[in-house]
C-alpha cells in the first residue's frame, strides 16, 4: 500500500499551466492570520529508551479507508530524528484539562517526560499519556519535507477512545478547554 498516489486528472490539474510568479505572503502575516484559526491539539509520542514527544495542532483525518491520519514536524526539531526512524507513533487528543501537558510537551525536549507528566508504557513501547481524549497508534507510510517541516502520514493500526470530556483547542496564541458536547455518544474504551 502507498499513500503517495498520484493524483487523477481533474478540471483543476488536466492540462494545468504553472501560476505566474508571484511572491509568498510573509512568514509573519501567515502566522498572524493563522492564529485565527482554531485547532485541535495532540501530543505525538515515540518508544524507545528514551521517549520522544511534541505537541502538535496539524493532525488531520485524511482517509477512512484505509485510515490515515497526518502532522507535521519541525525539521530542525530532535523530535523529527525519533519520528523518523520509529517503526510506530501514537498520535494523543488532549482533553480540556490539559493546558499544562500542552505546554510541557511544547517547551523544551529535557522537561517532556519528567515529574509533571503522567504517562505509562503501552504494549508497543509507545508513551501513552493519561488523561486524553483518544489515542492512535500509527504506522508511519509516507513522510515528505515540506519547508521547514515533514508531514508525516501514518496508517492508523489502533484507535481507542479514553477519556469523557471536552477537547483542549488552541486558538490565537492561547490554549482553551471547551466543555464536552451535550449529549455526546460512546463510552469510552
Known amino acids: 500500500?502507498?499513500?503517495?498516489?498520484?493524483?487523477?486528472?481533474?478540471?483543476?490539474?488536466?492540462?494545468?499551466?504553472?501560476?505566474?510568479?508571484?511572491?509568498?505572503?510573509?512568514?509573519?502575516?501567515?502566522?498572524?492570520?493563522?492564529?485565527?484559526?482554531?485547532?485541535?491539539?495532540?501530543?505525538?509520542?515515540?518508544?524507545?529508551?528514551?521517549?520522544?514527544?511534541?505537541?502538535?495542532?496539524?493532525?488531520?483525518?485524511?482517509?477512512?479507508?484505509?485510515?490515515?491520519?497526518?502532522?507535521t514536524v519541525g525539521l530542525r526539531s530532535g523530535s523529527w530524528e525519533a519520528v523518523r526512524n520509529a517503526t510506530w507513533v501514537m498520535v494523543q487528543l488532549l482533553s480540556a484539562g490539559q493546558e499544562e501537558v500542552a505546554r510541557v510537551f511544547a517547551g523544551p525536549r529535557h522537561a517532556r517526560f519528567g515529574p509533571r507528566t503522567s504517562w505509562h508504557r503501552d504494549p508497543l513501547d509507545l508513551p501513552a499519556l493519561d488523561g486524553v481524549l483518544a489515542r492512535f497508534v500509527l504506522t508511519p507510510v509516507s513522510m515528505r519535507p515540506v519547508g521547514d517541516h515533514a508531514l508525516v502520514i501514518g496508517l492508523v493500526v489502533r484507535a481507542d477512545r479514553v477519556a469523557k470530556a471536552g477537547p483542549l483547542v488552541h486558538h490565537d496564541g492561547t490554549f482553551v478547554g471547551l466543555p464536552e458536547p451535550s449529549g455526546a455518544t460512546g463510552a469510552p474504551h
Open 1 to 71: 500500500m502507498t499513500a503517495e498516489a498520484a493524483l487523477p486528472d481533474t478540471p483543476a490539474t488536466a492540462g494545468a499551466t504553472s501560476p505566474p510568479h508571484v511572491e509568498p505572503a510573509g512568514a509573519d502575516l501567515v502566522r498572524s492570520a493563522l492564529r485565527r484559526h482554531a485547532k485541535g491539539v495532540a501530543v505525538v509520542t515515540v518508544g524507545g529508551e528514551r521517549p520522544a514527544g511534541f505537541c502538535v495542532t496539524s493532525l488531520a483525518s485524511l482517509s477512512l479507508d484505509p485510515p490515515l491520519l497526518s502532522f
